[in-house]
């Protein structure tokens, strides 16, 4: 995992999900509805039967953290996920792999509005490849990411050629558009329950705290993957898997980690040594130098706004925009109006047609930060959209694919531009849980 070792479940969340109540308690060492006798659960790597109750006493008194107990606490306290399956049934590859892709750097609670929405629309993956791309990008518009949403697309077409049926096993799956590592080895868990360890941020961090790895990330990785195989039950994969993902998002979290509950408090070596919080140990970042631009929000007629598309490839790639100069961290503001479009003949018009807008846009991305002053300018209704460029309805800009930059450009001219907010007629209202989704991501970026 990278960056933020997928921050999205490093955010602390309530066991149960979101609104929803605890799950019925069942009595200790009571199993799934419709999984195997417990007697049959489990087995060491090595395929050696492993009987859980002599087992997990050997392994309490041994100090080492058990599979068994994980997944004891799991029947208990699972999170109800859209995408996860009831206890004892396996889950619909489609559903695991459009949530794992959704849910790379983005948290559960920015996910499931989205999640919900695809499903509702392309209910299987044959859907979402004759999709056209455009649509899936304004679906998608405000997660984050966008690179995930075309590999989403092109690995939607790999599946549907092969008959729409997801391959179950792990470099099969790594063969596929926007499938790494860590993807593949969670839908082979989860989906097809093989014996796959998929380490996100979560797990790494379960697991450098219950063996104390004194080696810094990310130089621990294979250390950290290697750990976490050797912990895999050779049953149950895909639930021991989500008890790893959920024990870190719900009691091994970053900040004070709930020990008092933790299924493997007995076993963890950095709860024994009491600094659990300073693993897994991390060299320091080199954050990325602050790039600055300029936006230029044009108004045509009271009733248009000038949008462009960015290039297929790249940050942001074929996603709408506002026109922007390129962003540097040598950005010299008094030269901005330059590379303001070419309108009514003329490169910016006249220097006092344009407007600056007051403060800056502020946004970070995974690799640096930006700010970016805007620029507004009213033209005539005739006037012609600049080579590469286009005008949008004000009531339409909500269907176009404007990443969460974009959104915050124009949110701030409606703010800093009484002209323009006079003339934005109410645009299709967003449900609320959209716009915080859409927050929540942004603020991840
Ligand atoms: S005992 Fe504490 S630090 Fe160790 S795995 Fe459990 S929650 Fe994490």
């Known amino acids: 995992m990278t960056v933020s070792g997928r921050r999205a479940r490093q955010k602390k969340e309530t066991p149960f999900g979101a609104g929803a109540a605890p799950p019925a308690k069942r009595e200790s060492g009571a199993r799934a509805e419709g999984a195997p006798p417990r007697a049959a659960l489990f087995e060491r790597q090595d395929g050696s039967p492993l009987r859980q109750s002599a087992d997990s006493a050997r392994a309490a008194a041994r100090r080492e953290p058990d599979a068994a107990a994980l997944l004891d606490w799991y029947d208990r306290h699972r999170r109800r996920l859209p995408w996860r399956a009831p206890p004892g049934e396996r889950a619909e590859p489609y559903r695991v792999w459009l949530s794992e892709i959704m849910l790379q750097q983005t948290t559960v609670k920015a996910v499931i509005p989205y999640y919900e929405r695809f499903l509702a629309r392309w209910p299987h993956v044959g859907a979402l490849a004759a999709a056209p791309l455009e649509e899936i990008l304004k679906e998608w518009a405000g997660l984050g990411y966008y690179a995930r949403a075309r590999n989403l697309h092109a690995c939607a ?229 600049p080579a590469g460029m286009r005008w949008v309805r004000l009531e339409s800009l909500e269907g176009e694919a404007f990443p969460s930059l974009m959104r915050k450009v124009i949110a701030h001219a409606r703010r800093e531009w009484p002209e323009f907010a006079r003339a934005a007629a109410p645009t299709r209202p967003q449900s609320p849980s959209r716009h915080a989704s859409a927050r929540a991501a942004c603020r991840l970026r």
């Open 157 to 385: 077409k790999a599946v549907a050629a092969r008959g729409g049926r997801f391959p179950d096993d792990e470099d099969e799956l790594r063969a596929l558009p926007g499938i790494g590592p860590y993807t593949a080895a969670a839908i082979a868990a989860i989906a097809f329950d093989r014996r796959a360890a998929p380490v996100d941020g979560n797990v790494e961090r379960v697991i450098a705290r219950l063996f104390a790895v004194d080696e810094e990330l990310p130089a621990a990785k294979p250390r950290i993957r290697a750990l976490a195989a050797s912990l895999t039950p050779a049953s149950r994969c895909g639930d021991f898997a989500q008890a790893m993902m959920d024990l870190g998002s719900t009691l091994c979290t970053p900040r004070k980690p709930a020990c008092a509950t933790c299924p493997w408090r007995a076993a963890c070596a950095a709860h024994r040594r009491g600094d659990p919080e300073a693993f897994p140990r991390k060299a320091p970042k080199a954050g990325g130098r602050t790039r600055r631009g300029a936006a230029f929000c044009v108004l045509r007629g009271g009733a248009e706004v000038l949008v462009r598309t960015r290039p297929a490839r790249g940050l942001l790639a074929g996603m709408s925009e506002v026109p922007t100069t390129d962003w540097s961290v040598d950005f010299d503001e008094s030269a901005a109006l330059a590379a303001a479009p070419r309108l009514g003949g003329r490169r910016g018009g006249a220097a006092s047609a344009w407007r600056r807008l007051p403060g800056v846009v502020a946004h970070t991305f995974s690799h640096f930060p930006l700010e970016l002053v805007v620029y507004a300018r009213e033209v005539a209704g005739a006037t012609p959209a």
